[in-house]
């Protein structure tokens, strides 16, 4: 017997439709590419959305068909967010950092139809646009008057106002079937060619709810948000939607990332939550030390990604009152899995304890349910000294890859529920608290045992000359591998390899200390900033720890 | 195309097996029928909910068959709510303040069978259990040693806690649609037989997200939230589900609803958020004051069921530094549909008038939406100063009741969506905040003009000698029908109606001034603790207005 409620499907439109009407007046704020500042409000990105949708159906798009974009956070990439979505195609928010070669490979995987782009990525679009197959459309995301004479060269070249004013903004969303794909997001590949997440508007809808609860993160119509994280980069944590759902006022960076710009923008617009990368804090904290300036509105920022260095929760708490929510997430999760809020116990403890467990990534957001196996892939009970491979299930965690690509991806238990193994090392503790030791392809088996390489990098980023460590493993002709830290040192800092080893005395158990150290350069990173640790470890191959 | 992310039904006893693992140690707290104050652990109320899933399954329960409870808040209600729901059987919550005949009626109607009561019942259950057509045991929610001798005259009575005793507390949930039904709940029927509402698991979690939201109830795993709502009233507002999907602690009052009582349990158990009816908030701030006291935890307190008078937003927030939140919403919505959580504008405004704001009952929450609409059906824009009949939709909101009783309830607009009258009249200011002037049955028409009551009695309500008052159309030769006002007054307080009708001077346009006042010893409440004004029109029905 079914219950007898109204029959309503999660639409991502419907998030747009509630904001329209119930934050209507409600602003959203976007440094543009133009370079000046640009705001208007829910009720006109809705209007302009709907002009969008039907600019996209006067372009012949069909249900469920590509649209790509190429774009910085802005109030044009939003309006695409939901006129895409909204009209039943799909969004395939593409990465600008990576290869021209990579960007046609995914295209074409893609089918994109139409694609939008910020004048930013004009010379990567020049390059690409004779080389994809199946793209019609070229659209700049800008007034006429603001193209370039160069761009001409682009075959089927749209500009973005032009079809805004050309349509109407009268548009009925259409009314479909939930588990409908939404959006698209390409997993940045380190090993192999990229693949597809293909996100539908129930998984998106039901992210979107359970990102802005009060443990997660916590966003209501008093709060302005600004998303540093890239809306190329898993939506922007989901953030864009989010938005919408509470009213929140959105702040949109533009292509502006750098300390100064971001500190202005958080004060100009009284930001009080924002969400990033750590490197993107680094630039913002080093400007207002070096500035002595405070934040006035900011009360907590989200950080993901990779993990947080603990030094840096500490300077955001105890020198500028901003609460640092550590959290968890993958492509392939929409991409929320936890988040580093405190349960009551935790706010009775000193600081110390209490920036520890800030340091973990977090507790599962509800939806998300994860468990550590061990090599047998039998669970490892919550509070275990071991860590385990981590895997994950929810109703907005991938299923398969678009297009069935690299197989089925889940492991099923004996209940017969697929669990994604997220290539994670962690451990969970007694309170549900997950922190990641390692990716299981970086982790270090010595003898036998697991050294995770997080931990010993997070030790070596705090010592004063180091701006970058990686730990990776080297052959060891008695432990097969023993970890070798590789040091960027900061310009001008001096240290030996010695003092640095020394360094983790007392921090570390004995067997957890590197064997070695070697300084480099630079350390590679990959098109989303993190360290491209599987070509350090071709560079180190061959690399003759010391056998004391 | 469809999306590729997991598939997930949303079950009622995910909730459980979420707050089991990521919430295990937070308390439970219940002052039981007993007497005595009973604590236990999410993780000890999933054991005993699966024990009891177990018991229904050894009394023969099938997929959807009803299980009715007559009970108080506490900790066996809540293994109930998963026992059932999360087994497949639809958990029926039974009102024990309606009459024997009307329990029996909606027993009978919903084909209960088995049916669960507290202690304090068995009176009830007593004059009803030899004349119900389906129920085929009775189980009493103690111990063997707490049933009196005179039970023994029920046909097939069990006790509770012989049931959890003789079951394991190993138990699958079983897997199946999320739009199958979950729980049953009956409108208090003022007019014609009481009308089942049927929730399913998916309206259910979909609630729970809704009403978690930092701007609905804003609920955190730091909250220790105290349902003063009944578990029996539209499932407490939500707030047993919202406890498993945040790992609130719950504190639970069971029959002891007195002020006295109500504080000791705040402040034992350090409640941070509570809920309930205006008539329960006015016995605790009488305690309160009368006793000097002060709440040293609690942080916000929703009111709704009806509108909490203004002086009482006041009082709590002024004196107790309690803020509340004003909510509205009904048996057929789940029963959340707006709630008066504030927009940035109106934190700038002054106290007076940001009290104002608080008396309303405040914005639709993402996934209801609502109008207003004219005798013709046409809706009424947002901040027009008309009001007009009050239509809601979304996914938790009643599509027909149970067995089609009452036929179709929906009105279907031009675009085919389907909305559901509430019966309230309102207005809805241009920032969406939803005002209620009156139950459609209860608005004054006077000379084609609609006079609210609703603010009358507030306004009455607000003078020192008025216990209780009601405002009712009375039949005027002229202008159809006028306002009277019906007025219990204080014990050994004075008042002439010409006082009263002199203070509506100035607070009220002068045409909605009633046109007399009758003083009464009592005004008749339903069993949901509401005015009765149907009873009080049909007493007043020849009542001859001064005609001047």
């Known amino acids: 017997m079914l219950g007898q409620m109204m029959q309503q499907p ?29 705001r208007y409000t829910y009720r006109e990105l809705a209007a302009r959305a709907r002009r969008m949708a039907n600019a996209l159906t006067g372009l012949g798009l069909a249900m469920s068909e590509r649209v790509a974009t190429l774009a910085w956070n802005g109030y044009r990439h939003l309006e695409l967010y939901y006129a895409v979505s909204g009209s039943g195609a799909v969004l395939h928010t593409l990465n600008p950092r990576l290869h021209p070669e990579q960007i046609v490979y995914i295209a074409d995987h893609a089918e994109d139809q139409v694609l939008f782009f910020d004048l930013s990525f004009l010379p990567l679009i020049a390059a690409v646009a004779g080389r994809t197959k199946t793209v019609r459309h070229w659209v700049a995301m800008c007034a006429r008057a603001h193209l370039p004479a160069d761009a001409a060269g682009i075959p089927g070249l749209l500009c973005y106002e032009d079809l805004i004013e050309a349509n109407h903004d009268r548009y009925d969303w259409p009314v479909f079937d939930e588990n409908s794909a939404s959006s698209l997001c390409y997993t940045s ?24 609860l009060p443990d997660a993160l916590n966003c209501s119509a008093n709060d302005a948000i600004l998303p540093v994280v890239p809306m190329f980069h898993v939506n922007a944590w989901g953030l864009p939607y989010v938005g919408c759902m509470t009213g929140a006022k959105l702040v949109f960076p533009g292509p502006a990332l750098d300390g100064k710009s971001l500190y202005e923008l958080f004060e100009s617009e009284q930001v009080t939550v924002s969400a990033g990368v750590p490197t993107v804090w680094q630039g913002l904290l080093a400007h207002v030390q070096a500035n ?6 900011m009360k907590r920022t989200v950080i993901g990604g990779s993990a947080c260095p603990p030094a840096m929760l500490r300077t955001f708490g105890d020198e500028f009152g901003v609460h640092v929510l550590h959290a ?17 116990r935790h706010l009775q403890m000193d600081a110390q304890a209490r920036y520890a467990v800030m340091s973990k990534q977090g507790r599962a957001v509800y939806g998300v349910d994860m468990k550590i196996v061990d090599e047998s892939g039998a669970e490892l009970p919550f509070g275990s000294e071991t860590s385990g491979e981590l895997l994950v299930r929810g109703p907005w965690i991938v299923d398969q890859y678009f297009k069935g690509e690299g197989g089925n991806p889940l492991r099923v238990d004996a209940a017969g529920h697929g669990w994604f193994p997220t290539g994670d090392v962690a451990t969970i503790d007694a309170d549900g608290y997950m922190h990641i030791t ?25 010592h004063p000359a180091v701006a970058m460590a990686a730990c990776i493993a080297a052959h060891h002709p008695k432990w097969d591998e ?48 993190k360290m491209q640790k599987n070509r350090l470890r071709e560079q180190f191959k061959d690399y003759a720890l010391p056998t004391a």
Chains 1, 2 share one sequence.
């Open 10 to 38: 999660l639409l991502i439109s419907s998030l747009l439709v509630h904001a329209e009407r119930h934050h209507g007046e409600r602003e959203i704020v976007s440094r543009r590419v133009e370079g000046d500042i640009h």
């Open 328 to 344: 968890w997430g993958m492509t392939e999760m929409s991409p929320l899995g936890t988040v580093c809020s405190l349960k009551p």
């Open 292 to 297: 002595g300036l405070k934040f006035s509105s």
């Open 189 to 212: 590949g380190t090993t192999g060619n990229p693949k597809g997440v293909l996100y539908s508007h129930r998984s998106t809808l039901l992210h979107t709810y359970a990102a802005a």
């Open 438 to 462: 390692d990716r299981s392809k970086d982790v270090i088996k010595s003898g036998g045992e697991w050294i995770g390489s997080i931990d010993l990098e997070n030790i070596a980023m705090a």
């Open 482 to 529: 023993r970890p070798l830290l590789v040091v960027v040192k900061k310009p001008g800092a001096e240290v030996t390899k010695a003092e640095l080893l020394a360094f983790f005395e007392g921090k570390v158990a004995k067997w957890w200390v590197p064997d070695d150290v070697a300084f480099v350069d630079a350390i590679p990173l990959g098109a989303t900033g």
